[in-house]
């Protein structure tokens, strides 16, 4: 199911409120996409955990291309994707489809989610430009035409797919709407190894993610340890939450987990097997 976020209608009403330095035919560099003056300040100020000037650059992504983001949460690399993509290229959020949610629970946090985008690209069409959000059921994910896009990326979100048991299903859903030669982007919490079934702390292992990826089919292309973080010992209380942003515990122990910062991160590139795209070092 394909859900258009731009409305004609909507642009016409909302296009004043463009940011007025922008103009919507010329393109941006991703210097200029990540240093934005549109972007929310609170996410500017998570850039030096995520570092997306030089995970975007690792992964190859450049204006000209199809770029699907698998569950963007709120919108924090749309930010400065979708910009990015406006003139010559395409920016796709797929988004779990709320009524697919079997509890209400996660029915309302998707829709909640899936609100906060919409609402988000509509502020500044000129901006934004027309990106796209897909949405996809997570039981029987499907990302868009077979051969269609030229990167797929996520971040921070494998783990909810073991817990959900769906990890086969969401990569061959990549592997399918890739191009060949495409490039898949993982960015994950990483574990010291890998982690048992019943393991709810948020991390995985990088070995156990590079061997579901190549079961899908993908071939890793290279790691990079840009987002790593040796502060983090990955034992906590609360598992990967009780860190920085979430704070899952309160005030417990709060200064302690602020000092270490955000998890420490495995960065990921896969390549779909065929004719590259392009040269990426």
């Not at 394909?2 to 004609?8: A, D, E, F, K």
């Not at 779990?96 to 500044?124: G, H």
């Not at 990483?190 to 019943?198: I, L, P």
Request: charged share 20%.
């Amino acid at each position: 199911m394909i859900r258009i976020s731009i409305l004609v209608a909507a642009i016409a009403i909302l296009s004043a409120c463009a940011a007025p330095d922008e103009n919507p035919k010329t393109p941006l560099t991703l210097e200029a996409a990540v240093a934005g003056e549109w972007r929310d300040p609170a996410n500017v100020a998570r850039d030096k955990w995520r570092h997306p000037l030089q995970t975007l650059a690792f992964f190859g992504v450049t204006p000209g291309q199809t770029v699907i983001e698998i569950t963007p949460g709120y919108g924090w690399y749309a930010e400065i994707l979708a910009p990015l993509l406006r003139v010559n290229g395409h920016y796709v959020a797929a988004v779990i489809n709320p009524d697919s949610a079997v509890k209400q629970s996660a029915r309302n946090y998707y829709a909640k989610q899936l609100n906060a985008l919409e609402r988000q690209f509509l502020a500044l069409p000129n901006l934004y430009g027309s990106p796209e959000i897909r949405l996809f059921d997570e039981a029987k994910p499907t990302f868009g035409a077979p051969a269609s896009a030229d990167v797929v990326l996520t971040f921070r979100n494998v783990h909810n797919w073991r817990e959900a048991e769906s990890v086969a299903l969401m990569f061959k859903g990549f592997f399918d709407v890739l191009k060949p030669g495409g490039t898949l982007g993982l960015v994950e919490h990483r574990a010291n190894g890998d982690v048992a079934d019943d393991d709810f702390s948020g991390y995985i292992g990088q070995n156990q993610l590079i061997a579901w990826a190549g079961a899908a089919g993908f071939v890793l292309q290279a790691a990079s340890e840009i987002n790593a973080n040796p502060l983090d010992s990955k034992d906590h209380e609360g598992g990967v939450w009780s860190l920085p942003p979430a704070f899952s515990n309160g005030s417990k122990d709060r200064d302690k987990y602020a000092a270490i910062g955000e998890s420490d991160r495995m960065t990921l590139r896969f390549i779909k097997p065929g004719a590259a795209l392009s040269a990426v070092k």
